[in-house]
């Protein structure tokens, strides 16, 4: 049986790595990932006007799409995630709705698709104790603080990934690969989104906090299941050196680019070209 | 039909009830299930806005309820049922009297076990701040002055019933004796022999022809606020907890101290509508009493540390009632307290301080502040066995778990059985001159009853 794997725009783009590195981990695990046929933009955020039929139009489509795959959609990207579960949510919950958004698209969606963040296939598919089990090359040592961010976990009842408050899965991730998770109090703070574009300076002085927090815990790495929240936590950083923020700049990965790491994976399934700061040098003495 | 009344809960509510109906003339028969009565008010410090003694006001009454001639008091108790009797119309009462472990009868009150006993357990009436001996009461003011064992923790009753269920106690060490039940600290030193290991729980039987429930209040749980630390965090505390601190008969005998170190705090901050007034965490409602209490226990932590400084988030402050408004402004001039208005979003631990991170709407910044200790205005809640209570008696209950009365605006002491009345803050959250108004009214009501009888059948008998 296999899963609709959705990429979406960001990580055909900006966020390639994550891309690369999340099939090469699906293949090593035997995860049958089939990329959704002729996809289009999620729509990027969750229409907060839900009178707005227009703006659900986009994610109703890549449902109604994945419906033919099995009936079951996976993300990596949380910001799609989150736009494609709260969008199923509201569609489940509002059938008058979901009649209106059908007349529009060609393809209506029945409303009985599973949405799922990859994080959930290796938590209740795969296991944590199977991805254990499949690691030959284990993190020993490896510090590294697991950063949330809010579109993973909120809202709670819409998402109900995890305890939002209070999440565990990409501890229990990091901990599977024998890295230690390094519990930081930002690991749920906002990272600016794309503020990022209208004012730069304000994700400039919240990465701040998260990078200095995560550090002074002992972090030597955070990782992230979000290419916005990477690429506003590892962007600031690229004037690299001294300065204000974490000495000698603290590498931001995404959490199956550790996995294909630990799993033993050629440096090629990586997909850590093209960071401001390079983790590479993290892994470059394997132990063992 | 009787003429004498029960009154389920022995707070300031059922003991207002009490002394005006006893006062009266009637017989009440009053019910607490903790050891000894007062409820929250014995918790407390100071009352708003006036900063009495809250023990030394409630102390008179507390001690003409332990000796009065009508009053027939059982502590450690609580109603199993209530049966409506025909054709009298009576409530036949059933009341289940815990085992103390001690027998009350031969007791004085002398307090030597207390002091023999080599067990500390967690209260519930010190709120986490200091930890009381196994065998206790509830304070120095206790009515009845008469311990109870806290069988959970004793390590006598524990393995006793370990031994006679054929298990070796996890008490006895290696040296003790394998067949004897450890410690008995408090029967050794007993002057009057009066603990007793074998008590058991018995049922009392009453008859009585009115009923007044005034079972109080609950504190929303720390633990499902994970905003606020979950109840993790030792320096966060509740608004009863900090009551503790404050009071002098309490476990720091007034001293603020933190819990986690014993030093003073420096910098606290007040959160108000802690639970309250959101929807989110089912509790829509506004509990009425929290900007009052901030209020003074932020003036109340200026008298006791004089260089410190307090912060208080609200979201709006009710100030309804006699000096209420006066007692806020009072705060905020004299006492140099600092109002915030806006909510906190969140704290954390950091460097033995707590980083509270929240936002003053009125100058449009996000605040932080590195505080020393953080005191939750936690929602008010109603009792958890309320819900057992109504259907014991017959009541209904709103959707939020209080009482219903019969009608809230004209006939807010009745229930809708009739016959049962209703005080205090079991219908809903009140501070402590409206629930002695409303108690007082509720005794009003069960007096008019037992007296309309009474001219009924002097009339009847005239014609």
């Given at each position: 049986m296999?899963?609709?794997y959705?990429p979406g725009?960001t990580l055909?783009?900006n966020?390639?790595?994550y891309?690369?590195s999340?099939?090469?981990?699906?293949?090593?695990?035997d995860?049958p990932?089939?990329?959704?046929?002729?996809?289009?933009?999620c729509g990027a955020?969750f229409?907060?006007a839900?009178d707005?039929?227009?703006?659900?139009i986009a994610?109703t489509?890549?449902?109604?799409?994945?419906q033919k795959?099995?009936g079951?959609?996976?993300t990596?990207?949380?910001?799609?995630?989150?736009v494609l579960r709260?969008?199923?949510y509201?569609?489940?919950?509002?059938?008058?709705?979901l009649?209106?958004?059908n007349?529009?698209?060609?393809?209506?969606?029945?409303g009985?698709m599973?949405v799922?963040?990859?994080l959930e296939?290796?938590?209740?598919?795969?296991?944590?104790k199977g991805?254990?089990e499949?690691v030959t090359?284990?993190?020993?040592?490896?510090k590294?603080?697991?950063?949330?961010?809010?579109?993973?976990l909120r809202?709670?009842k819409?998402i109900g990934?995890?305890d939002?408050d209070?999440?565990?899965?990409l501890h229990?991730?990091?901990?599977?690969?024998g890295?230690?998770a390094?519990?930081?109090?930002?690991?749920d703070e906002c990272?600016?989104?794309?503020?990022?574009?209208?004012?730069?300076?304000l994700?400039?002085?919240?990465a701040?906090s998260?990078l200095?927090?995560?550090r002074k815990h002992?972090a030597?790495a955070?990782?992230?299941?979000c290419p916005?929240c990477?690429?506003?936590l590892?962007?600031?950083?690229?004037?690299?050196?001294?300065?204000?923020?974490?000495q000698?700049?603290?590498?931001?990965?995404?959490f199956?680019?550790l996995?294909?790491?630990?799993?033993?994976?050629e440096?090629a399934s990586w997909?850590m070209e093209?960071?401001y700061?390079?983790?590479?040098?993290?892994?470059a003495?394997?132990?063992g | 039909?009787?003429?004498?009344a029960?009154?389920?809960g022995?707070?300031?509510?059922g003991i207002?009830?009490s002394?005006?109906?006893?006062?009266s003339g009637y017989?009440?028969?009053l019910?607490?299930?903790?050891?000894s009565?007062?409820?929250h008010?014995?918790q407390l410090?100071?009352?708003f806005?006036?900063?009495?003694c809250?023990?030394c006001?409630?102390?008179?009454r507390?001690?003409?309820?332990?000796h009065?001639?009508?009053?027939q008091?059982?502590?450690y108790s609580?109603?199993?049922s209530?049966?409506r009797d025909e054709?009298?119309?009576?409530?036949?009462v059933?009341i289940?009297?815990?085992?103390?472990y001690v027998?009350?009868d031969?007791?004085?009150g002398?307090g030597?076990c207390?002091e023999?006993c080599?067990?500390?357990?967690?209260s519930w009436?010190e709120?986490?701040?200091?930890r009381?001996?196994?065998?206790?009461t509830?304070?120095?003011?206790?009515?009845p002055?008469?311990?109870?064992?806290?069988a959970?923790?004793?390590?006598y009753?524990?393995?006793k019933w370990e031994?006679s269920?054929?298990?070796?106690p996890?008490a006895i060490?290696a040296?003790?004796?394998?067949?004897?039940?450890k410690c008995?600290a408090?029967?050794k030193?007993c002057?009057?022999?009066?603990?007793d290991f074998?008590?058991?729980d018995?049922?009392?039987?009453e008859?009585?022809?009115?009923?007044?429930v005034?079972t109080?209040?609950?504190?929303f749980p720390m633990a499902k606020l994970p905003?606020y630390?979950?109840?993790?965090?030792?320096?966060v505390i509740d608004g009863?907890?900090?009551?503790r601190l404050?009071?002098?008969s309490?476990?720091?005998s007034g001293?603020?101290v933190r819990?986690?170190d014993?030093?003073?705090?420096?910098?606290v901050v007040f959160?108000q509508?802690c639970?309250?007034r959101?929807?989110?965490?089912?509790?829509p409602y506004c509990?009425?009493?929290?900007?009052?209490?901030t209020?003074?226990?932020a003036?109340l932590?200026k008298h006791?540390?004089?260089?410190g400084?307090?912060?208080v988030?609200?979201i709006?402050?009710r100030?309804?009632?006699?000096?209420y408004?006066e007692?806020?402004?009072?705060?905020q001039v004299?006492d140099?307290?600092?109002?915030?208005?806006?909510?906190v979003?969140k704290l954390?631990r950091?460097?033995?301080?707590i980083?509270?991170?929240?936002?003053d709407t009125l100058s449009?910044?996000?605040v932080e502040?590195?505080a020393?200790?953080v005191v939750?205005?936690?929602?008010v809640i109603?009792?958890?066995?309320?819900?057992?209570?109504?259907?014991?008696?017959g009541l209904t209950l709103?959707?939020q778990?209080c009482?219903?009365?019969?009608n809230?605006?004209?006939?807010?002491?009745?229930?809708?059985?009739?016959?049962?009345?209703l005080?205090g803050?079991?219908?809903?959250s009140?501070d402590i001159?409206?629930?002695v108004?409303q108690?007082?009214?509720?005794?009003?009501?069960?007096?008019s009853l037992f007296?309309?009888?009474k001219?009924?059948?002097?009339?009847e008998a005239?014609e």
């Amino acid at each position: 049986m296999s899963i609709a794997y959705f990429p979406g725009c960001t990580l055909s783009t900006n966020a390639k790595g994550y891309d690369h590195s999340g099939r090469e981990v699906a293949r090593a695990l035997d995860i049958p990932l089939t990329e959704l046929p002729n996809w289009q933009c999620c729509g990027a955020t969750f229409p907060l006007a839900t009178d707005n039929s227009m703006a659900f139009i986009a994610p109703t489509r890549i449902l109604a799409q994945a419906q033919k795959v099995d009936g079951h959609v996976t993300t990596l990207c949380a910001i799609c995630f989150h736009v494609l579960r709260r969008t199923q949510y509201f569609l489940d919950h509002r059938p008058e709705m979901l009649e209106r958004i059908n007349w529009f698209t060609e393809e209506p969606y029945e409303g009985k698709m599973r949405v799922s963040h990859f994080l959930e296939i290796l938590r209740d598919q795969i296991t944590w104790k199977g991805v254990r089990e499949r690691v030959t090359n284990p993190l020993k040592g490896l510090k590294v603080a697991p950063y949330y961010g809010c579109l993973l976990l909120r809202p709670q009842k819409e998402i109900g990934l995890d305890d939002s408050d209070n999440p565990r899965i990409l501890h229990d991730c990091l901990n599977a690969l024998g890295c230690e998770a390094v519990d930081f109090p930002y690991q749920d703070e906002c990272c600016g989104s794309y503020l990022l574009v209208s004012k730069p300076e304000l994700p400039q002085k919240l990465a701040e906090s998260i990078l200095l927090s995560a550090r002074k815990h002992g972090a030597q790495a955070i990782v992230t299941a979000c290419p916005l929240c990477q690429f506003n936590l590892d962007y600031p950083q690229r004037l690299g050196g001294g300065g204000h923020m974490a000495q000698g700049g603290l590498p931001v990965l995404y959490f199956t680019q550790l996995m294909a790491v630990a799993l033993g994976l050629e440096p090629a399934s990586w997909g850590m070209e093209s960071h401001y700061i390079d983790p590479r040098p993290l892994f470059a003495n394997p132990k063992g | 039909m009787v003429d004498r009344a029960l009154v389920i809960g022995a707070g300031i509510a059922g003991i207002q009830a009490s002394l005006d109906i006893a006062n009266s003339g009637y017989e009440v028969v009053l019910v607490e299930k903790e050891p000894s009565i007062g409820g929250h008010m014995a918790q407390l410090s100071e009352t708003f806005p006036t900063l009495d003694c809250s023990q030394c006001i409630l102390t008179p009454r507390t001690v003409e309820v332990g000796h009065h001639e009508n009053i027939q008091l059982y502590t450690y108790s609580e109603v199993e049922s209530i049966d409506r009797d025909e054709p009298s119309g009576d409530f036949l009462v059933r009341i289940r009297r815990r085992a103390a472990y001690v027998n009350w009868d031969l007791c004085t009150g002398c307090g030597e076990c207390q002091e023999k006993c080599p067990y500390k357990a967690e209260s519930w009436f010190e709120r986490g701040i200091g930890r009381r001996k196994v065998v206790y009461t509830l304070s120095p003011q206790a009515v009845p002055n008469k311990p109870v064992i806290d069988a959970e923790h004793c390590v006598y009753l524990q393995s006793k019933w370990e031994l006679s269920a054929g298990r070796v106690p996890a008490a006895i060490g290696a040296k003790g004796n394998p067949a004897k039940p450890k410690c008995g600290a408090c029967a050794k030193f007993c002057p009057t022999g009066a603990i007793d290991f074998d008590q058991q729980d018995t049922i009392i039987e009453e008859r009585v022809g009115a009923v007044i429930v005034a079972t109080g209040y609950d504190l929303f749980p720390m633990a499902k606020l994970p905003e606020y630390g979950g109840g993790r965090i030792p320096d966060v505390i509740d608004g009863l907890a900090f009551e503790r601190l404050l009071a002098a008969s309490g476990p720091t005998s007034g001293k603020v101290v933190r819990p986690s170190d014993g030093k003073v705090p420096r910098e606290v901050v007040f959160i108000q509508c802690c639970g309250s007034r959101d929807p989110e965490h089912g509790m829509p409602y506004c509990s009425k009493i929290c900007c009052m209490y901030t209020a003074k226990q932020a003036i109340l932590y200026k008298h006791r540390v004089h260089d410190g400084q307090a912060y208080v988030f609200y979201i709006d402050v009710r100030a309804g009632g006699k000096g209420y408004e006066e007692f806020l402004n009072r705060a905020q001039v004299e006492d140099g307290v600092v109002y915030l208005r806006g909510k906190v979003s969140k704290l954390f631990r950091e460097d033995g301080k707590i980083i509270v991170k929240g936002v003053d709407t009125l100058s449009s910044r996000m605040v932080e502040i590195e505080a020393d200790l953080v005191v939750l205005a936690t929602a008010v809640i109603p009792r958890i066995g309320n819900s057992r209570l109504a259907e014991v008696i017959g009541l209904t209950l709103d959707e939020q778990g209080c009482f219903n009365a019969d009608n809230e605006e004209f006939n807010p002491m009745a229930s809708n059985v009739p016959g049962v009345f209703l005080a205090g803050a079991a219908l809903g959250s009140k501070d402590i001159p409206e629930t002695v108004a409303q108690a007082s009214g509720a005794a009003a009501k069960v007096l008019s009853l037992f007296q309309g009888r009474k001219l009924k059948d002097k009339v009847e008998a005239y014609e």
